[in-house]
């Protein structure tokens, strides 16, 4: 039976185990100052031996408390507690000791022990407890961007519920120090930059890929580009007109990329480092609900052309630019690819879909005296425009997936114009009565706004904005109350789906994401991967081969394999990847053999995801879409087949949960379907209901709320 795997975990400490080797202290920090891990270093640093370099790792419950961890047996047999006791008066600190079964949060306990995982001798992977966190990083040159001078990590949290959360985190160079010091709209900030030289500093030795704390008292005056700082510029830099991002991948089947993705980051940590030292004291098992309890749901793309609807309706293209070879490039491409005939305008067409195509802003910034009109051809609830950049549009080449995408948006912004559904065919839901979506907008310090989208049986779609005024104050403050409702360091609500019965739910992130089945990935598939430059004896192979032949009563099956088998000498060595290529090919023969030489000898001659067999057994839950119920909530999760990845995973799948409020019913009678459309991601389904996409191109559009055609919420139960 297949299973669906998540980033959660059961965990059972053995604390019998944990009292009879480790002893775990608690610091806590008195009065208004905050305890942070270079308090600790320098506390202990300070100390005389035995205290020196004994500490496993250091946790943080909160702002002003923290758990440190050692060995029993590194500790002096006593009276070391009221040394560190005295010497923590020094800095209003109180240190006693802690029982691990005392520790009122128990992922605290767990994330302590993880940040103990040994420094690695890999070439690959450095652990680093240098902040009360635990950081991966690697000597591979993804992990650093020489031109943004920063430097990756991988940080590995534990939340309550004992889900493993994997953070990409930045170290940048203090040489981008007035970068650091601005705020989110790019202008210097005086509070920004206070907050930047207030944060620790941290030196990084290429010679061991390692973090240490920066001590300048012991390090001396190091050059600021050789400091680095955990800290990301708030405002993005735009490089050729798109945002550049350090990221790491969440996982891939490729052997030559997955050494880099979050998953196998992970892995090591967890299966080389974790588990050979604290094996015995605690009991990790990954959570994973049977196939057989969840519904799955294949995305299948739809079979109609979406463009037909369009073909009947006025194309127009307005060209901001002076490149007119561009233009007729761009009309020649619409019509080759969509059938659709554009025609140049200086002016946009409120009955038509319009096409405006302007210089990117690094042209504007060079050329004054042109004029950015992209202002001026934003779209608006009556008139629907779709912008785009001539540099963008030369640098995909006129391909369809970048025109796909233009006219994809322009469907919808045109949908939303006439009130009218046609990018979907809302009727086949046989939805009954009318159903209604809303979201909330919120501006910093400013009252929130809610969107409502309302869409009856035929497909009519009103749409609606709810501020705050004397009329509408009593239906803002229960919305603003449900949008609001959710625990304390939980995910906020992301939207609400209303129908005319008076039932109401919620959609919801939660902390559990679609993870592959770890220990497979890591002991039976990428263990047995890396064949190059591997041998192995050329009799025991002509042994195995022989016997496998036949068992299988097919003694003449792998002709190839034979006749290179029989021309190498017994007492040699066969080297894998001349095995790999003997039996090339999709027959199944080749495909059991492959299967049995591994299970003989631990090595894949085939790749073993490219079958479905191995893609249902180890990573079922990163494609296609399912869901399950659980406590009144239905839990649902998208991605697209396994054959669109192409078996690259650059983020992992957010488990989502609808919910209903009070004592409405769930409504999920359509989830599914309004999900596994190809319009709101090109190619893959979208996450959230499509009508949420509808409603956020319409908050855009926008300038000024609408609140004349609120749907009725008398009916609505909100207490």
Known sequence: ?????????????????????????????????????????????????????????????????????????????????GRLNEAGQTIDCLIDPVQPQNIKRKHKLFQLFLNAAPNSDRHRYRYH????????????????????????????????????????????????????????????????????????????????????????????????????????????????????????DFFSLNPKKYGTTKIALFNELYFEAFLPKFRDYFDVQQVCRPETAVESVHFEKSAADRTDVLRNVPVRLINNTIDTKAEQQFKAALREHFGLSARSTRHADPGAINFVMNNDIEHYQRHKEDKDRYEQFKATPEC?????????????????????????????????????????????????????????????????????????????????????????????????????????????????????????????????????????????????????????????????????????????????????????????????????????????????????????????LKHPFKSKEATDRYSKALVDLHTYEEGGALYYWANTQMKETKGQFPNGNVVRKLKPVNNSRLLSDFLLETLAVNFVRINAPTVLPFPFKLLREYAKMAEKPDSSTLPDLSQISFD
């Open 384 to 604: 629907a425009t779709q912008q785009f950049t001539r540099q963008e549009f030369k640098g995909a080449g006129n391909s369809k997936a970048f025109i796909a995408k233009l006219v994809t948006e322009l469907h919808l912004k045109y949908d939303i114009a006439r009130s009218q559904m046609t990018v979907f065919d809302w009727g086949r839901l046989q939805a009954s009565g009318t159903w209604s979506f809303v979201l909330k907008e919120e501006e910093d310090q400013q009252e929130p706004v809610f969107h409502f989208l309302s869409i009856h049986p035929d497909g009519q779609m009103k749409f609606s904005s709810l501020t705050r005024d004397l009329f509408t104050e009593g239906f803002h403050s229960k919305l603003t109350a449900i949008f609001d409702k959710h625990p304390r360091g939980g995910q906020p609500i992301e939207g609400v789906i209303l129908d005319d019965g008076g039932n109401l739910n919620v959609i919801q992130q939660t902390g559990r994401r679609a993870f592959p089945n770890l220990e497979g990935i890591h002991k039976e598939i990428m263990a047995g991967i890396g064949i190059e430059g591997v041998e192995v004896p050329t009799d025991d192979v002509k042994s195995f081969t022989a016997q496998y032949l036949n068992n299988n009563g097919s003694e003449s099956a792998l002709p190839d394999l034979q006749q290179y088998l029989a021309g190498v000498q017994t007492g040699q060595t066969v080297a894998l990847t001349d095995l790999k290529r003997c039996i090339r090919g999709k027959s199944p023969v080749k495909s059991d053999y492959a299967k049995a030489f591994h299970r003989a000898f631990g090595y894949w």
């Open 1 to 81: 039976m297949n299973h669906l795997y998540f980033n959660a975990f059961n965990v059972t400490p053995n604390y019998r185990e944990i009292m009879k080797n480790f002893t775990i202290l608690r610091m806590r920090r008195r009065g208004e100052h905050r305890l942070s891990y270079r308090v600790i270093g320098d506390f202990l640093d300070a100390l005389p031996d035995p205290f020196q370099g004994v500490l496993q790792s250091a946790c943080f419950m909160w702002e002003n408390e923290a758990f440190l961890l050692f060995r029993t047996n590194d500790l002096p047999k006593s009276g070391y507690l």
């Open 129 to 248: 407890n240098v902040t009360g966190q635990l950081f991966i990083t690697s000597a591979d040159r993804d992990f650093v961007n020489k031109a943004d001078q920063s430097r990756i990590a991988m940080e590995v949290e534990v939340k309550p519920d004992f889900t493993i959360q994997l953070h990409t985190r930045t170290f940048t160079s203090l040489s981008r120090h007035e970068d650091l010091s601005r705020d989110k709209y790019c202008r210097p900030s005086e509070k920004e930059r206070k907050k930047l030289w207030s944060k620790e500093q941290f030196l990084f030795d290429p010679a061991t890929d390692r973090f240490k704390r920066y001590n300048k008292v012991l390090d001396g005056d190091i050059p600021l580009k050789d400091r680095y700082v955990n800290r990301r510029p708030k405002c993005a830099r735009l490089i050729k007109g798109k945002k550049k991002k350090n990221r790491i």
